[in-house]
């Protein structure tokens, strides 16, 4: 069964795409993935520059994210969007896991051969849509199999119940049903 890693670019402690996320999440266990969802604010890493990556090596928190999503066979990212593109929270955690780290390390380890489901939601009228465009294109140029279909969800602080449910059921089933697809692309990548 399909190993997804499953982590929204955003640190903040009630990210609106964290929320989100625990929704695709739920779909893909429910499809039978065996999920890993993390909190990139537990992986805390400087901004990749390539002198310090040159003077003292990959950062341990960077190495250890970067072995996740070795491990896994798929991603499910929630992105906000900041300026019509992604975070620069997850820019950066996606640059550092680009980076080998041995002369004998494949290109690109991390990405190559995996799938993904990508989603966002903001507070705006287009849900950070703008930002899935760019985030789509950087993934593809890695290696990654991105699914055609995603999701932005608009007004995202009125999106929300109390406990973290959605207040659109047929929304919040077409988001779970977008974690279920992954799950089902990657098994079928997995066994051809």
Do not use: C
């Not at 007004?155 to 049903?177: H, P, V, W, Y």
């Amino acid at each position: 069964m399909a190993k997804i890693l499953a982590f929204a670019g955003s640190a903040r402690k009630d990210s609106l795409n964290k929320k989100l996320l625990k929704i695709v999440a739920a779909g893909a266990e429910a499809a039978g993935a065996h999920l890993t969802l993390v909190d990139l604010a537990e992986f805390e890493m400087p901004l990749f520059n390539q002198d310090l990556e040159t003077e003292a090596g990959m950062p341990d928190r960077a190495g250890e994210f970067k072995r996740l999503m070795i491990e896994h066979d798929g991603f499910l990212i929630a992105s906000p969007e900041y300026n019509s593109a992604f975070s620069p929270l997850l820019k950066n955690t996606l640059d550092w896991a680009s980076r080998a780290e041995s002369e004998d390390e494949p290109p690109l380890v991390a990405f190559r051969g995996k799938t993904a489901g990508i989603l966002a939601t903001s507070p705006g009228g287009l849900g950070g849509i703008r930002g899935l465009v760019h985030l789509r294109m950087m993934l593809g140029n890695l290696g990654v199999i991105v699914m055609p279909e995603q999701q932005a969800v608009p007004n995202g602080f009125q999106a929300f119940n109390d406990d973290g449910s959605m207040n659109d059921e047929k929304l919040e089933s077409r988001i779970r049903t977008l974690g279920g697809n992954l799950v089902q692309l990657t098994d079928r990548i997995k066994s051809s």
